[in-house]
Every structure is written in C-alpha cells, then in structure tokens.
C-alpha cells in the first residue's frame, strides 16, 4: 500500500519568506509526527497530532513554525518568514496509534534550503 | 542537550562479519528503545526495539543489546550484507510521551 507522501521533495526559497510543507500519512494512521534534520545532526521532534485530541507542540522552534491537520488526515507545516538556520531536511512520519503500539513510518522528506 | 549519541559517525565492516553499531543515552527515564535504518534520500524506516525490561531482543540478522546500568545499547548485524549499508539512527522514548529522541546517525558500509 501506499506510505507516507510528502511534498514537495525540494525547496528552495528566499529568507524572509514563508513556506508550507504538506504531508499525506498512511490511511487509517491517527498519529502523525513532523521531525526535522539539520545537517549533522539527529532527528528533532516538532510536532505531534493524535486523532481528535490537541497537538503536542512542545517542540515547535519558535512561533514561525506552525502546522495544522485537516480531517485528521493531510498535515501541513509552515514556517513563516524563513531563516538560513531553517535550512534542514524535514520528515513526517505516520502510525496506528501512539509509538509503543506501532512504529514510526516516515515520509522521504522535504528538503528546506533557505537563501 | 544531546540525550541520545551515537559517538561513531561511521563504520566500515567487511561483507560476513558481525557490524555493532553502538548508542549511548543520558536519561535514566527512558524505558524504550528502537533501531532505524535510512537510505539515501528515503525517510528512516524502522528496524529493531527493545523494552527496558529486556537486555536482548533478536530478529534475524539483528539483535539488539541493553544495558540499562550503562545506559547503552547495541545493535548487532551478522552476517552483514552489502545491502545493509545506510545510517543507522537509535532512538528512545519514556512512557506515555509522545517524542521519540533520535541519535546523529552512524553511516555503515558493507564492503563486499
């Protein structure tokens, strides 16, 4: 079956602008996760949506960053007015419920370059 | 404030022997753990876990070691393969929270 989708695969953009980042989970995951890699270094939590409830945004950078998921299905990321040190590969990742149930399945990511 | 490390960037081991691949963590509140593997240009996927009730845990190839008095774990893979050539991330989580923590990443090659 198909697994998580994200889009787009590169980008390229200005500092100072804004971006939106969009992740399709697996069907039928209630959980989804945004995660991002800067150069290196390890994965880093940002956000977490569980169903219904409210996200887990305690590791959201600053207030640049936002997301949100519509019909608990589709998430989009967006970091507004963009800066160089936001420049970083950025995964989503998808599971049946929270992640002792299942594991984590990730996207291929997006990778965010900011000039 | 780095609660997971993988202090070896990389690794090189000959096609057929033992690859052990090693993670260290800082919080004694940690109660599981997990192995994932990426390719290039791919998203993480996962391979092993382990709950800190167990110090081993096998799945073919692959075992995972705990030692939670030292707080480190390992993943062995033997025989390695060309095909397990790829970054290998250890990650932990603490009970009823919603973040994994991930290490930096060892890279693996499996020369043939």
């Known amino acids: 079956g198909a697994g998580v989708s994200q889009s787009p695969s590169n980008k390229v953009t200005e500092k100072g602008k804004d971006v939106e980042l969009r992740c399709d989970p697996i069907?039928?995951?209630?959980?989804l996760y945004w995660y991002r890699q800067s150069l290196g270094q390890g994965l880093e939590f940002l956000i977490y949506?569980?169903?219904?409830?409210?996200?887990?945004k305690s590791g959201l950078p600053s207030d640049r960053f936002s997301a949100e998921r519509t019909g608990g299905s589709v998430s989009t990321l967006t970091i507004q007015r963009t800066q160089q040190e936001d420049s970083a590969v950025y995964l989503c990742?998808?599971?049946?419920?929270?992640?002792?149930?299942?594991?984590?399945?990730f996207g291929n990511g997006t990778r965010l370059t900011v000039t | 404030d780095q609660q997971v490390k993988q202090n070896s960037p990389s690794l090189s081991v000959q096609e057929g022997r033992i690859s052990i691949l090693n993670c260290d963590y800082t919080?004694?509140?940690?109660?599981?753990f997990l192995w994932y593997k990426k390719y290039p240009a791919e998203g993480p996927t996962f391979l092993i876990s382990i709950s800190s009730i167990k110090d081993k845990n096998e799945d073919g190839r692959f075992t995972v070691f705990l030692n939670k008095s030292a707080k480190h774990l390992s993943l062995h893979i033997v025989p390695s393969q060309p095909g397990d050539s790829a970054v290998y991330f250890c990650?932990?989580?603490?009970?009823?929270?919603?973040?994994?923590?991930f290490g930096t990443g060892t890279r693996l090659t499996v020369i043939p």
């Open positions: 919080n004694s509140m940690f109660d599981y």
């Open positions: 069907s039928g995951h209630t959980a």
């Open positions: 949506f569980q169903g219904n409830s409210a996200p887990d």
């Open positions: 990742a998808s599971s049946t419920r929270g992640m002792k149930g299942s594991p984590l399945h």
């Open positions: 990650a932990a989580m603490t009970r009823g929270a919603n973040n994994l923590f």
